[in-house]
Structures are given as structure tokens and as C-alpha cells.
């Protein structure tokens, strides 16, 4: 959500903002305010009446929030009734009890659970529609999980909202598996609101015969419904409201439940019906209860974890064990005189639920028949895509597979030279040819962007101009990159196509498993792309188009350098859509360590299915691990169930921490955190969007950027600037960690990067700028009372923020590594030199400071024998095979890391021996 998506007040009302990304920080934080207003006010009130502007802030935080509450079950119209009542009578004492109660119940969630947060006053005190709660909550389980329902319906009374809710709760049963509510709106417009704000809501019911607009103001969702949804309401018929009601709702939330009652042609409508998100149409309201069954099916859909569900069972029944597992039941465990403690620390569940069989119901990753099927299948459907595999030996594996599925000896792979080395390894093993593209250099911070999209235009229409097109196998690259760069995927994707119609595409969107729970995140995901793409060139609208491009430009010349700043259309009966995405499950979704899904959306499945098994059974273990898999299973409901709030959660609390680190005046002064300005060049903006905080910015502007800048900065991935500080990011990593128990993960020269996930609270976030504010205050006092001291630092920050290294482009394959050494594309094989180099004799050491690699770099002659991957920044800077340069050695010596996989100072770097570089080994054709 973002700051203005709807001034959500009546004409008359002062304008009401949520949060950025999510309203129900907002709304918490709106009802704290109204709380803490209304007990000043009594305090004020001791010593007299209150003061004016006190009366006058309650007023004005009270009435956007009666408009908000219009799309909230709770607090409901009994407790905002009796809210407004109080504050009529002067009774502020009543004001402060109801909005401190109200307050509460939202930010802990305690109106899911507890019948008393619902009530006006003490037991027995409300009559009416207080007592139909009671019986209601009293009758029920407050341990089932609660969830709202959303309807859209023709203005109806308030007294029809009460006997419609009435009517449904007198349907619940003991045995119901859920508690739910509805909240009644009476247009589209507020349909497609009441989705994007309550993250409550779980189904949506919409009947025949509402109104398109809203009597709220409703400018900036006006302006996206018809931007980006293609929707107003004058191209719409009344009657065709509801079908595009739940179009628009599943743009929004995909993962909603979407039910239509209609009041005539049932049948009809139910035939020609094409959207996915409708789960059912009903006739009128003659099927009450079976609306009602609807709805907690659809959720229950969502809720099962078909192989987490079978482990409970399998755990709770008596097994007798006789493989090759003696943990398992755990008795070698709590039996023993030596490692009970072992038991103690873990609990007998886990050890219950633990086996090496594939029988009993626990099914088999490698061939999966049952639950593990079930599981799978649940997950594609959850995050977008035809296919989606469980991996347990985490991305990096799931990478490799992938790459060797489709990946054949002798094929060009586009990639990018800074992704996981795992892309690397895999490339090795399956024999692929890596032509590297560049990323756009962040040398300030000694980081990488994104590649541009003219750098992967040239280097294919340069393999076209020289006629190794048909080689060109599949194009690779990371969404989002670790420090947070998205690219515009729909827009890669769509000009590829236009040169070369059946690439594949392999997205490693390792740190981007939640992108499918967030409207801005998902357009530029791997899965929703490819739905958006699939969706636009089956249309006739983009075949007329295309027929207007090709009318245009003709066939596309390689010659022609003007195409690179032209936006290529694909032949819609040319293009093969072959999406592939590896996600690590366990970095951002609540998932053990190592969880991965494969997730694949390929027009060549048919034919790609048998291969992509080889390189599955190739890769993983035939014992994985059981519990791993439940939570992949599980991390998939809490995803469909609560993702969407806790996704926007974690933005949120990434743009307070952005915006109070950046806008605190002592903080900083030595620490910043990078804005989309200073991680995304101006020539990758076309929309000129800066920072998540700079003045004017609304939801708007944010969602006009994300829908057609090429790179764009994801918010939960924080680059802290630390070099104005004295601080490399390698030491004060340490320092957070030895000093303070803050852990984070990546660090460069001058940087660390911090990264918010469902996991994070605002009590996080307060001790992080809390620990930066203590920081900055002891930098302060240190540096004000030594002169030296004050010289020193000063030295130190220029050499960390000034005195950076040049970073080092690939520079390329020696010749003979290549099949045509005089090509301009500069593709090679890296398997040759990485197995030459398993014979030391092919092999030589020369240290890194020594005069003689400086003679064989100037002679052509130094070739890595190894990747070298210093950390940071983590990206190979050297591969097998590849000509060392100058400026290679240059930034290594300028490295002050300790942490160089593949290069040990001691021994030096390890080469291929120039009179060994001609040893004939087959190589892949």
C-alpha cells in the first residue's frame, strides 16, 4: 500500500494517508494517536476543562478513522457508534477507555481470539446485537483461525448489513474449522479498496447491481484502476461490474477467493466465465448454507498442508523402525546416558516425526505420488506458475538443477558475471558456454546493479549478425540482485523475445521468494510476468500492435544499432514463454534453513520434463530431510493466509527505518541509507523517482515507477552506509555483532546491508537506530576532544568513501578456450580450464604483490585456473580460463577483505601454466 492510494473521507472530511505499503501499520498507528489524544484530555481534565486543540486533534483523528472502519469487521458499528456517542456527550473518560481498548485489540489481534474484545462495556451490560455476539463467540472456538469476508452489494441499509451478517452466523457449526466476519461495501470502487486494506479478508462475495463509484474521494485509485488495470467507468456495462470487480481483485490479491451471486442467466454467465479467481457462482441467495460451506473450503484450500498434516499423523502413531535411521522415534536419543540433552533442547516431536521411509504415507521428493504431490501442486498454485518443485539442499542446488536441465554442452548462456556462483558451477558441469553481460557499476560503494537492458540487446543482436543465434540457449540473471535491484522482468522479457522468440529465461530470485504477495513486487517477478506476458499476447489488442511495429521496423537487422533504443515487439506466433525462477524459501518466508522451490512456467514442458527429473535426481538426496519439507509446505500457507499483511509489513518497516536513519540529524552524520537514486543511475529512471521520502511522493509515484522504470530499488534491502563513520562494512559487521547481537548478512567496502522480513517488529527497528544513535554520540564525543584523533578519522573516511578501487570488468577467455577466437561475442568454455586444472601439473602459483604475474599479465599470458570470489563483494572476479588484466590485479591488491575463495596468499594465485594452455582435451561441441 502507499502513502495517498485514496483520501478514504467523505468530500467534507479532512484527507486520511495510509502508510506507504501498508495500511495496517497505519491504521495501528492512527489508533494509538486517537488513544494517546484521548487520554491527554482526561489528563487535561483534572485541572480543568481541556484545551481547544486537543478537542479539535481528537475530532480529526476520529473522523477519517469512522471512514477507514467501513472496511473492517472490527471494531464494528456498535463500538464506533458508541466511540462517537461518548465523544457527543463530552464523556472523555468513555472515549479514552473505548480507543485505548479498540487500539489495543488491533495491534495485538486479540479480536480474533477474544469475545470480550468486541463487547461496549462489562458482561451484560450491551443488549441486542451485543448479545448476538456473545452467543455468538460463546458458542464457538476461539482457537480457530478468523478471518473476514468482504461483500460487495447494491447500497444496502445498515439494517441490512445487521440481518444479512445475522443470517450467516446463524449457519456456523461446532465443527466449523474457522471463525469469520463480513464487512458490506457498496461499489466497485470500494470492492477493490476493501481488498487492498484489510488484509483480514480472505474471500470476496459479489452480487449483481452496485454502483462503479465510491462516495470517498477517490482520486489516485481511480488513476491506477485506469493506468494500470485498464478499468473506468464508462467502458464498462453495470452488468459486466462483477466479472471485472474480480479481475481487479485478483490483480490486487491473487490469492483471494472470489464468489459471484447473480440474479438471472446463471447458467450463462457460468459458461463463458474465464477468470480464475472465481471459485463459484450462485444463483440469488437460495444456497445460504451452501455459500457458507463456499467460503470455508476456499479458505481450508489454502489452509491444508497436505504433507505437514501427514508428518503430525505419522509422528503421533506407534512405528516400529528398522532402516537406517536410529533417531528417528528418538529413543537412541532420550535412551541414552550421553546426549539426552540433545532430546531435551529439540522435544520428542521432531524425532517422532522424523524416518528414512518413502511408505506409510510419506511419500517420496524424488517420485512424488501423494502428499509431497499434493504439497507441490498447492505451492504452483499459490505462487503463479504450471509446475513448482520442493528443494532441500537450498538454492544454490536448485540453481545447478535448473541449469542443467535445460542447458546443453556447447550452448551460449547470457548471465550475468555477479550472480551466485552456484550458475557458475552449474555452467561447468553441464558443459554451457557463458557469454557474461555487465552489471552497471556502483564503483562508490565497490558493488554491481543490474545489467542493462541495451547490454543483453547487443550482445544478442551481435550473435545474430554473426550467425550463432540458434546457439543461445537461455538468458540468466538475479531478481533481486542481494542489494536489492529489481529489474523491469515483463519489459526484458518481451524485447529478448523480439530477437530471439524461444529463449529461456532463468531468474534466481533467491532473495525474492515474497514477491508474489505484493502488488508492486509481483509485476516485476519472474511468475508474474509471465502471466501478465502470457495474458497480453494471446490478446488481440497487442497483435494489432505488433502488426504496427513490424510495419515500422520490418524484420529486425543486427546492423541496425537504432534498435537498442527501440522497445522490440515478439511475433506473438513465434514466442515460446520458457520461465523458470529459483527462490530460497527460507530467506524470507518462514521456512528451515535450506528450503528452495524450483518454480517453472514453460510452453516446452512437455518436452523439457524428462531432463529437468535427470538433473533433479542428479542433485538431490535420496534422504531429505522430513521437516524441511513441512515447512516448505507450511510457508506456503502462511503465504497464501497472511502474506500479503506481513509482507507489507516488513516494507513498512523498512521505509521508518530508511526514513529515521536518514532524517535524524545526529545519525546521520556518519551513517545514511542509500536511496533509489544512488543504487538505480538516472538513465535507468525514466520516471525520475528518487527516494521512497522525498517530498510529494504518493502511492502513485511509487506505482508509476514500478510499472515502467527499468531497475528499481527494493525497500526491504537496506544499504547502510558506514564509511562515514571510520567503519569498512566487514567491521562494523563485527561491531554490531560482538557489541550489540545485531546480526546482517552482506557487507562491501564501505557498506553493510540490512534486509526486513516477516520475521522483523518495530521493536527491531528501535534498537537498530537506537544502537546507531549510540554509536554516533560516542563518534561525537571521541572525535570533538582529540585533534589527532580527529586527523586520523578523517583519513580513514577518505580512504573508505573517496580512495575506492576501480571495479574490474570480465575481461575474457583466453583463445584457446573459444571456439572462434576473432568473434566480437565473447562467449567460452569454462569447463576445459576448470578440469585442467584437477592436474597440478597444468598448474602454477605466483604470488599477488610479485613482479613476475605483472610480467605474464602484460604478455597475455596469466589465465585463471580457479574462481577467485572475494567476499565482499562476492561475485567471481576471476573463472577458469579467463585472461588476467591489470585492472584485475590492481582491485585485488586494494582488497581488504579476509575472505577469498579460491586464492590463498600464502601459495598465490593459482594459473594455468602458459606452455599447458594448448593441452588438448576434448571439448564439448
Not at 632 to 659: F, H
Amino acid at each position: 500500500m502507499s502513502k495517498q492510494i485514496i483520501k478514504t473521507v467523505k468530500p467534507q472530511s479532512s484527507p486520511y494517508t495510509t502508510g506507504m505499503f501498508s495500511a495496517g501499520e497505519a491504521r495501528c498507528d492512527r489508533w494509538q494517536e486517537l488513544a494517546h489524544t484521548a487520554q491527554a484530555i482526561v489528563a487535561q481534565s483534572a485541572f480543568g476543562a481541556p484545551g481547544a486543540e486537543s478537542l479539535s486533534r481528537l475530532t480529526a483523528l476520529l473522523a477519517p478513522l469512522t471512514d477507514l472502519e467501513t472496511f473492517h469487521a472490527y471494531p464494528g458499528e456498535t463500538l464506533m457508534g458508541a466511540l462517537q456517542e461518548a465523544l457527543s456527550r463530552e464523556d472523555y473518560s468513555a472515549v479514552s477507555l473505548l480507543a485505548t481498548r479498540i487500539a489495543k485489540a488491533i495491534i495485538t489481534g486479540s479480536y480474533r481470539r477474544s469475545a470480550n474484545a468486541w463487547k461496549q462495556g462489562e458482561e451484560g451490560e450491551s443488549g441486542g446485537h451485543e448479545r448476538l455476539l456473545k452467543d455468538y463467540f460463546d458458542a464457538g472456538d476461539l482457537t480457530k483461525p478468523y478471518f473476514e469476508v468482504l461483500i460487495v452489494s447494491d447500497d444496502p441499509t445498515p439494517e441490512q448489513i445487521r440481518q444479512g451478517r445475522a443470517e450467516l452466523r446463524q449457519l456456523r457449526r461446532p465443527e466449523d474449522p474457522f471463525v469469520y466476519e463480513t464487512v458490506t461495501v457498496p461499489s466497485f470502487e470500494e470492492g477493490v479498496l476493501g481488498a487492498f486494506l484489510n488484509a483480514d479478508v480472505q474471500a470476496v462475495v459479489i452480487r449483481d447491481n452496485f454502483r462503479f463509484r465510491s462516495h470517498f474521494e477517490a482520486v489516485n485509485l481511480r488513476s491506477y484502476l485506469e493506468q494500470h488495470l485498464s478499468i473506468e467507468q464508462g467502458s464498462l456495462e453495470p452488468k459486466d461490474y462483477g466479472v471485472a470487480l474480480a479481475r481487479a481483485i485478483g490483480k490486487v490479491r491473487p490469492e483471494l477467493d472470489v464468489y459471484l451471486i447473480v440474479d438471472s442467466a446463471v447458467e450463462k454467465v457460468a459458461s463463458q466465465l474465464n477468470v480464475r479467481n472465481i471459485r463459484r457462482i450462485f444463483y440469488g441467495i437460495e444456497d445460504l448454507m451452501e455459500i457458507h460451506l463456499a467460503l470455508l473450503e476456499g479458505v481450508d484450500q489454502r489452509y491444508d498442508t497436505p504433507y505437514f498434516n501427514n508428518l503430525k499423523e505419522y509422528a503421533r502413531r506407534p512405528v516400529g523402525t528398522f532402516h537406517a535411521l536410529p533417531v528417528a522415534r528418538g529413543k537412541s536419543v532420550f535412551n541414552s546416558h550421553w546426549i539426552r540433552d540433545f532430546g531435551h533442547f529439540y522435544g520428542a516431536n521432531i524425532f517422532l516425526a522424523e524416518s528414512s521411509a518413502t511408505t506409510g504415507g510419506l511419500d517420496s521428493l524424488l517420485e512424488p505420488t501423494g502428499n509431497i504431490k499434493k504439497a507441490q501442486e498447492k505451492a504452483a498454485r499459490a505462487f503463479g506458475c504450471q509446475q513448482l518443485f520442493f528443494g532441500t539442499n537450498g538454492t544454490s542446488t536448485s540453481n545447478k538443477i535448473a541449469v542443467q536441465a535445460l542447458v546443453r554442452p556447447g550452448d551460449i548462456v547470457l548471465v550475468d558475471r555477479n550472480c551466485h556462483k552456484s550458475h557458475h558451477y552449474g555452467l561447468v558441469l553441464c558443459g554451457g558456454q557463458p557469454l557474461y553481460v555487465e552489471a552497471y557499476p556502483l564503483t562508490e560503494y565497490s558493488m554491481y546493479g543490474a545489467v542493462p537492458l541495451k547490454t543483453i540487446k547487443k550482445a544478442l543482436l551481435d550473435l545474430k549478425a554473426e550467425g550463432k543465434l540458434h546457439r543461445v540457449r537461455m538468458l540468466l540473471l538475479t531478481n533481486c540482485t542481494f542489494d536489492g535491484h529489481i529489474y523491469n522482468v515483463q519489459r526484458f522479457m518481451e524485447e529478448v523475445l523480439a530477437i530471439k522468440p524461444d529463449i529461456v529465461f532463468l531468474w534466481d530470485e533467491a532473495w525474492y521468494a515474497y514477491n508474489r504477495f505484493s502488488p508492486f513486487h509481483r509485476m516485476r517477478s519472474a511468475m508474474g510476468a509471465c502471466e501478465i506476458l502470457r495474458e497480453k499476447f494471446a490478446s488481440e489488442a497487442y497483435r494489432a500492435e505488433y502488426g504496427e511495429f513490424k510495419k515500422k521496423h520490418g524484420e529486425i537487422d543486427p546492423a541496425d544499432t537504432k534498435l537498442l533504443d527501440v522497445h522490440l515487439l515478439p511475433d506473438p506466433d513465434a514466442v515460446k514463454l520458457r520461465v523458470y525462477a529459483t527462490t530460497s524459501t527460507h530467506k524470507s518466508l518462514s521456512c528451515f534453513r535450506q528450503g528452495s522451490y524450483i518454480m517453472v512456467n514453460d510452453d516446452c514442458w512437455e518436452s523439457t520434463e524428462a531432463t529437468f527429473k535427470e538433473a533433479f535426481f542428479t542433485h538431490t538426496s535420496t534422504s531429505p530431510n522430513l521437516q524441511l519439507i513441512a515447512s516448505l509446505d507450511v510457508a506456503r500457507r502462511q503465504a497464501e493466509l497472511e502474506g500479503y499483511e506481513l509482507v507489507g509489513r516488513s516494507i513498512e518497516l523498512s521505509l521508518v527505518l530508511r526514513r529515521e536513519v536518514n532524517q535524524n540529524p545526529l545519525i546521520s552524520r556518519y551513517f545514511r541509507i542509500a536511496t533509489n537514486a544512488q543504487m538505480v543511475p538516472a538513465q535507468h529512471r525514466a520516471s525520475g523517482f528518487e527516494d521512497f521520502h522525498a517530498e510529494g511522493v504518493s502511492w502513485k509515484t511509487i506505482y508509476d515507477a514500478w510499472a515502467t522504470d527499468e531497475f528499481v530499488l527494493d525497500p526491504t534491502r537496506l544499504t547502510l552506509l558506514c564509511g562515514s563513520a571510520g567503519f569498512d562494512g566487514t567491521a562494523f559487521k563485527a561491531v554490531l555483532a560482538s557489541k550489540f547481537d545485531i546480526q546482517m548478512n552482506k557487507t562491501s567496502r564501505n557498506s553493510v546491508l540490512l534486509q526486513t522480513n516477516i520475521n522483523n517488529t518495530r521493536s527491531d527497528i528501535a534498537y537498530l537506530i537506537k544502537v546507531l544513535a549510540d554509536i554516533s554520540r560516542e563518534l561525537d564525543h571521541k572525535l570533538a576532544k582529540d585533534f589527532h584523533e580527529k586527523a586520523a578519522f578523517d583519513a580513514r573516511v577518505q580512504s573508505l568513501v573517496t580512495d575506492v578501487p576501480d571495479l574490474p570488468n570480465f575481461s575474457r577467455f583466453h583463445d584457446n578456450f573459444r571456439d572462434h577466437p576473432k568473434s566480437k561475442t565473447n562467449e567460452g568454455d569454462m569447463r576445459t580450464p576448470f578440469f585442467l586444472a584437477y592436474d597440478a601439473e597444468n598448474c602454477t602459483h605466483v604470488k599477488l604483490n610479485s613482479k613476475e604475474i605483472d610480467d605474464l599479465v602484460q604478455r597475455g599470458q596469466a589465465v585463471s585456473a580457479r574462481f577467485v570470489i572475494p567476499y565482499p563483494p562476492g561475485f567471481p572476479i576471476m573463472v577458469p580460463g579467463q585472461v588476467i588484466t591489470a585492472e584485475a590485479i590492481d582491485f585485488m591488491r586494494k582488497l581488504d577483505v579476509k575472505e577469498i575463495h579460491g586464492y590463498h596468499a600464502a601459495s598465490g594465485l593459482e594459473l594455468l601454466k602458459p606452455e599447458k594452455l594448448g593441452t588438448a582435451i576434448t571439448k564439448p561441441k
